[in-house]
C-alpha cells in the first residue's frame, strides 16, 4: 500500500468516525425524546447508522447481483438514510427553537440543512473506503504488466535482447543442430519426432522471468473459452480472468477489444441459428 493510499484511507475513516459520532449524539438524544429506556438509548442510533454502514457495503458485494436484489438493498439503504437525517435535523431544530441567545442565530432551515452533513459523511465515507480498498490491487496488476513490458531485454519494443533466451521447459534436453549425435543416421528426423511431442502451452517467457503479451488470436482462442456473463453474452470480467490465468497480461483497451470480438462472433452464432429453420421448409418443397 502507498502513503498516499495509506494517507486517504486514514483520512476517510477520520471524517467517518467523526460523522458518526456527531450523529449519535442526536440520534440518542432522539432515542430519549420517544422514551425508550436506559442503556437501550445508546444502541438505537447503531440499529439506523450502523444499517447505512453495513447496507453501502453489501451494495458494492452485490454490484454483480440481479437488478431486483440490488434494488431491494438500495431501499433499504435510502430508508435508513433519509431516517437518520430526518433525525439529526428534526433534532437540531428543536434545539434551535428552544434557544435564546443573542448573539448569532441561525434559522430552522439552515440548521436543519447543516445536522444532515454528518449521516449523509458517514455514509460517503464507508462507500469511499470499500471502494479504495476494492481497486488497488488491479492498480498494481496493471502497473507491474507495464513494467514488465518496457523490461530492458523484452521484445514488446522491437528491439534485439542483449541476452540470449534461455531455452523453454518444453525444450529442455533437446540437442542442437550443431553438436546433435548422428542417431540412426538421421539426426533431423530424431528433432522432428522430438519438437512434434504435444506439450502443454505455456507462455513464452524472456531472460528476466517476465510475461510476454499474447497475440490477437491466442488472447481471442482463451477468450472463447471463457465462461459467458447474464443473458449468454461476452462477460468482460470472465475474460480477463482467463487470460490472467493462462498468463498474459491485458490492457483495459485490449481487454475491450476482445471482449467486442467474442460478442460479435457470438451474435452472429446466434443469427444463423435463427436463421436455419427458415431454410428448411425452403429446401423440403
Do not use: C
Amino acid at each position: 500500500m502507498s502513503v498516499l493510499t495509506a494517507a486517504i484511507r486514514l483520512g476517510v475513516a477520520l471524517v467517518g468516525t467523526i460523522g458518526f459520532a456527531l450523529s449519535y449524539d442526536a440520534l440518542r438524544q432522539m432515542a430519549v425524546a420517544i422514551h425508550v429506556r436506559g442503556v437501550l438509548t445508546y444502541a438505537f442510533p447503531l440499529v439506523i447508522d450502523g444499517f447505512i454502514a453495513i447496507g453501502v457495503a453489501a451494495l458494492l458485494i452485490l454490484r454483480t447481483a440481479p437488478w431486483r436484489s440490488r434494488l431491494y438493498v438500495w431501499a433499504l439503504v435510502g430508508i435508513a438514510t433519509i431516517t437518520s437525517i430526518w433525525a439529526n435535523a428534526l433534532h437540531a431544530v428543536r434545539l434551535n427553537q428552544q434557544a435564546h441567545t443573542a448573539g448569532f442565530h441561525l434559522d430552522d432551515v439552515t440548521v436543519g440543512a447543516l445536522s444532515a452533513i454528518a449521516p449523509l459523511a458517514l455514509a460517503g465515507a464507508v462507500h469511499l473506503d470499500l471502494v479504495i480498498r476494492r481497486h488497488p490491487a488491479r492498480h498494481v496488476e496493471e502497473a507491474a504488466a507495464t513494467k514488465s513490458h518496457n523490461a530492458p531485454g523484452h521484445g514488446h519494443n522491437h528491439t534485439d535482447s542483449t541476452e540470449p533466451n534461455p531455452p523453454s521447459e518444453g525444450d529442455a534436453g533437446l540437442p542442437e543442430h550443431a553438436g546433435m549425435p548422428d542417431v540412426a543416421g538421421h539426426p533431423s528426423d530424431v528433432l522432428r519426432d522430438a519438437v512434434n511431442v504435444p506439450q502443454a502451452r505455456k507462455p513464452l517467457a524472456t531472460a528476466e522471468g517476465h510475461e510476454r503479451d499474447g497475440t490477437l488470436d491466442e488472447l481471442l482462442t482463451i477468450a472463447r473459452s471463457a465462461p459467458l456473463g447474464r443473458g449468454g453474452r461476452a462477460s468482460r470480467r470472465n475474460i480477463e480472468a482467463a487470460i490472467r490465468d493462462a498468463g498474459f497480461p491485458i490492457g483495459k483497451d485490449r481487454l475491450t477489444q476482445i471482449k467486442d470480438r467474442v460478442q460479435t462472433e457470438l451474435d452472429q452464432a446466434a443469427r444463423q441459428r435463427s436463421a436455419e429453420p427458415d431454410k428448411e421448409p425452403a429446401n423440403a418443397l
